[in-house]
C-alpha cells in the first residue's frame, strides 16, 4: 500500500510515543522493519509514511490510526456495545432522538469530568467561578429559546430581555478572566493525560474525549469560515 499520510499532527505524535516509551528511534526503527534515517525523516515530518506504516506503527505503541493523525485525543476507540445500536428500521423514526441522547450524555458527563477535577483541586473560588460560567451558558440558551415566542410572559426573568444576551456573555468572559487569574496565581494544576483521565472517569473519559473533538471540529470550521 502506497497511500500517501499527509499530516501535519503525525511527527509530533509518533515523537512523543516513542520517548514516553523511553526508546531510542534505534531500536523502534528495527521494530518497524525500517531505517533509523527514514524513522528520523517520518518524526521530523521531511517524509510521509504510507498507510502500510501507519497501521503498523498503530499496533506497535497500541493506539489507533486516529490518535496518531491527531483526529481524537483518545488513544483507543471506545466500545460501543450491542445495546447501544438500535435496530435497523429503528433509525429512521429515532435518530433525532438519538442524536439529543448523545449530545446530553456527552456534555453531561463531561460535567461531571470537570467537577471532580475541581474537587481534587480543591479551590472554593475556582469552583464557583467555573460554576457561574456554565450556568450562565445554560441560562442564555434556555432564554434564548423561551423567547423565541414573542408572547411568552417574562416575569420570571429581571433582566431586560434586548440585554440579556450582552450582559450574559460580559460575564462570561469575566468569568474566564477570573479563572485563569486564579489558577495562575494559586499555581493550581493537577498532572493529566488521556491514560489517566481514562483509568480514572470511565463513562465519562470516552464522553470527554469526543466532546473535545466535536468541539474542536466545530470551532475550525467556524474559523475557516470568518
Known amino acids: 500500500m502506497r497511500c500517501q499520510v499527509l499530516n501535519s499532527d503525525f511527527p509530533r505524535i509518533i515523537t512523543f510515543l516513542r520517548k514516553e516509551r523511553g526508546l531510542s528511534q534505534k531500536q523502534v526503527s528495527q521494530d518497524l522493519g525500517i531505517s533509523q534515517a527514514l524513522l528520523s525523516h517520518?518524526?521530523?515530518?521531511?517524509?510521509?509514511?504510507?498507510?502500510?506504516?501507519?497501521?503498523?506503527?498503530?499496533?506497535?505503541?497500541?493506539?489507533?490510526?486516529?490518535?496518531?493523525?491527531?483526529?481524537?485525543?483518545?488513544?483507543?476507540?471506545?466500545?460501543?456495545?450491542?445495546?447501544?445500536?438500535?435496530?435497523?428500521?429503528?433509525?429512521?423514526?429515532?435518530?433525532?432522538?438519538?442524536?439529543?441522547?448523545?449530545?446530553?450524555?456527552?456534555?453531561?458527563?463531561?460535567?461531571?469530568?470537570?467537577?471532580?477535577?475541581?474537587?481534587?483541586?480543591?479551590?472554593?473560588?475556582?469552583?464557583?467561578?467555573?460554576?457561574?460560567?456554565?450556568?450562565?451558558?445554560?441560562?442564555?440558551?434556555?432564554?434564548?429559546?423561551?423567547?423565541?415566542?414573542?408572547?411568552?410572559?417574562?416575569?420570571?426573568?429581571?433582566?431586560?430581555?434586548?440585554?440579556?444576551?450582552?450582559?450574559?456573555?460580559?460575564?462570561?468572559?469575566?468569568d474566564l478572566e477570573i479563572i485563569d487569574t486564579l489558577i495562575e496565581k494559586n499555581e493550581l494544576s493537577l498532572a493529566l493525560s488521556p491514560d489517566i483521565i481514562s483509568s480514572y472517569f470511565d463513562k465519562g473519559a470516552s464522553s470527554l474525549f469526543n466532546l473535545i473533538q466535536f468541539s474542536e471540529r466545530n470551532v475550525k470550521g467556524f474559523a475557516q469560515r470568518s
Open 42 to 174: 517520518y518524526e521530523k515530518g521531511i517524509r510521509e509514511c504510507g498507510l502500510d506504516f501507519l497501521v503498523k506503527a498503530a499496533d506497535y505503541f497500541e493506539v489507533s490510526t486516529d490518535y496518531l493523525l491527531g483526529r481524537t485525543v483518545q488513544r483507543k476507540p471506545a466500545s460501543v456495545s450491542a445495546d447501544d445500536i438500535p435496530e435497523s428500521d429503528e433509525i429512521r423514526h429515532l435518530q433525532g432522538n438519538m442524536i439529543n441522547q448523545v449530545n446530553r450524555k456527552l456534555i453531561m458527563n463531561t460535567t461531571t469530568v470537570i467537577f471532580d477535577l475541581l474537587a481534587q483541586i480543591g479551590e472554593k473560588k475556582l469552583t464557583n467561578a467555573v460554576s457561574n460560567y456554565l450556568m450562565c451558558a445554560e441560562y442564555q440558551i434556555f432564554r434564548t429559546i423561551y423567547c423565541a415566542d414573542k408572547t411568552n410572559t417574562q416575569t420570571m426573568f429581571s433582566i431586560d430581555r434586548g440585554r440579556y444576551q450582552n450582559l450574559t456573555s460580559a460575564s462570561m468572559i469575566i
